[in-house]
């Protein structure tokens, strides 16, 4: 299934939309099925990835592993309550590989998460890369490796949602 550039581009757009959407509007639930069965979700630091450091702020490896994320965000995480804005910039399209399955995407883009205190307090939470392999196939568009590359060292305590 070979798709055009254009075509490529608004799937990734649509897909990196819902992500935001979902953890903007505190939809949780429905993040990991956003994600293959079989995937990476993992926070890095650039420091680390430079470095090639294996340290990771947070590291899962299946769509389980992101639900059980989810479950103990809504039931064990004790937090000050707090909202975030992503933003998104800068799609570019690294490679696309096809085969009889569909379309494997590797992509980059820039990300920026503001958070919002309870008290309305506003401030940069986390701003950097994401580096992610992307699957187009018959079931849609799906992160198969989502990495998030934080460009400070400097991780909040209070990193509770996804990036």
């Given at each position: 299934?070979v798709?055009?550039?254009?075509e490529?581009?608004?799937?990734?757009?649509?897909?990196?939309?819902?992500?935001i959407?979902l953890?903007?509007?505190?939809?949780w639930?429905?993040w990991p099925?956003?994600?293959t069965e079989t995937?990476?979700?993992?926070?890095?630091?650039?420091?680390?990835?430079n470095?090639g450091?294996?340290?990771?702020?947070?590291e899962?490896?299946?769509?389980?592993m992101l639900?059980d994320?989810?479950t103990g965000l809504?039931?064990?995480?004790v937090?000050?309550?707090?909202?975030?804005?992503h933003?998104?910039?800068?799609?570019?399209?690294?490679?696309?590989v096809?085969?009889?399955?569909?379309?494997?995407?590797?992509?980059?883009?820039?990300?920026?998460?503001i958070?919002?205190?309870?008290?309305?307090?506003m401030?940069?939470?986390?701003?950097g890369?994401?580096?992610d392999?992307?699957?187009?196939?018959?079931?849609?568009?799906k992160?198969?490796?989502?990495?998030?590359?934080?460009?400070?060292?400097?991780?909040?305590?209070?990193?509770?949602?996804?990036?």
């Amino acid at each position: 299934m070979v798709i055009e550039a254009a075509e490529i581009k608004r799937k990734i757009d649509e897909l990196q939309t819902r992500y935001i959407r979902l953890i903007d509007d505190e939809r949780w639930e429905e993040w990991p099925d956003l994600f293959t069965e079989t995937c990476l979700y993992k926070i890095v630091t650039r420091e680390n990835l430079n470095q090639g450091l294996p340290l990771s702020v947070m590291e899962c490896h299946s769509r389980g592993m992101l639900k059980d994320r989810v479950t103990g965000l809504r039931t064990i995480n004790v937090y000050e309550p707090h909202r975030y804005l992503h933003q998104i910039s800068g799609l570019e399209i690294e490679s696309v590989v096809s085969d009889f399955g569909g379309d494997t995407v590797r992509c980059r883009s820039n990300y920026l998460v503001i958070r919002t205190m309870l008290d309305g307090t506003m401030s940069i939470f986390s701003a950097g890369i994401y580096l992610d392999k992307i699957v187009l196939g018959r079931d849609g568009a799906k992160f198969e490796e989502r990495v998030v590359v934080a460009d400070s060292r400097r991780i909040e305590t209070l990193l509770v949602f996804p990036l």
